[in-house]
């Protein structure tokens, strides 16, 4: 006697729309676009959305394999489902957002100098910039190009540094000045270049993923870093 677990399958026409919603599903979770917790959550709908076309088939009392009705209600509810989640995810979502804005701020009015690390930051008490709240800042800021992060080596166990966008300080008003946070740190100077040549880069660099090129170099007196830091267009976070 066979011990196998009954199932049922979708019929080809069902098939077929299921993988039409199944690679829309696909597309949108690799394009980078959801939060890292909403592209969790909406992974899981691979296997919700069919549950639920095999659940509406069984209620209606449908037999046999599953048919497109079932599977068309079962993505009408699971876009109703998706809406709840975004409301639900957003307090998460947003306090990266928040916290990213406000280490923007105080990096645009020259406060924060350029090589600083996470404790320089938090250990000023800001507002929305605790320890947490700036570990969520410096990644929402890394990943869309106004800092990167660089390990240097120290006399003990190597640190994790970040480094300011040139476009960002060109565009500050002023300079870092002495009550900036963060001691300077000697990393991401550009080479010495022989008078008279263009210091700037030319190559391209990716930003969301496409290519640009290098930020333009610094007006005299500006605080300057590495010239091949991500970033050409900088938009209002």
Not at 3 to 9: A, K, N, Q
Not at 82 to 103: C, G, N, Q, T
Not at 145 to 161: C, F, M, N, Y
């Amino acid at each position: 006697m066979s011990e196998s677990i009954p199932f049922l399958r979708f019929d080809p026409r069902a098939q077929r729309m299921f993988d039409r919603w199944r690679g829309g599903l696909e597309r949108r979770l690799r394009a980078g676009e959801e939060h890292p917790a909403l592209e969790s959550h909406f992974s899981k709908y691979r296997s919700l959305i069919p549950s639920l076309a095999l659940l509406i088939h069984l209620v209606d009392k449908g037999s046999g394999p599953v048919p497109v009705g079932p599977l068309r209600k079962a993505i009408a509810w699971g876009r109703y489902l998706s809406s709840h989640a975004r409301r639900i995810y957003s307090a998460a979502v947003m306090a990266d957002v928040a916290a990213a804005k406000r280490l923007a701020a105080r990096i645009k009015k020259g406060e924060i100098r350029d090589g600083f690390t996470e404790r320089d930051i938090y250990r000023n008490c800001w507002t929305g910039l605790n320890q947490e709240g700036v570990e969520k800042a410096v990644r929402v800021l890394v990943e869309h190009g106004w800092i990167r992060s660089q390990i240097v080596s120290t006399d003990g166990r190597p640190k994790t540094v970040f480094l300011i966008n040139p476009r960002v300080l060109v565009r500050s008003s002023g300079g870092a000045g002495d009550a900036a946070v963060g001691a300077p740190v000697n990393v991401g100077t550009p080479p010495e270049t022989p008078e008279g040549t263009d210091r700037t880069d030319r190559s391209p660099v990716l930003v969301h993923g496409g290519p640009v090129d290098a930020p333009q170099a610094a007006p005299e007196g500006t605080a300057r870093t590495d010239e091949s830091a991500q970033g050409s267009e900088w938009g209002e976070l």
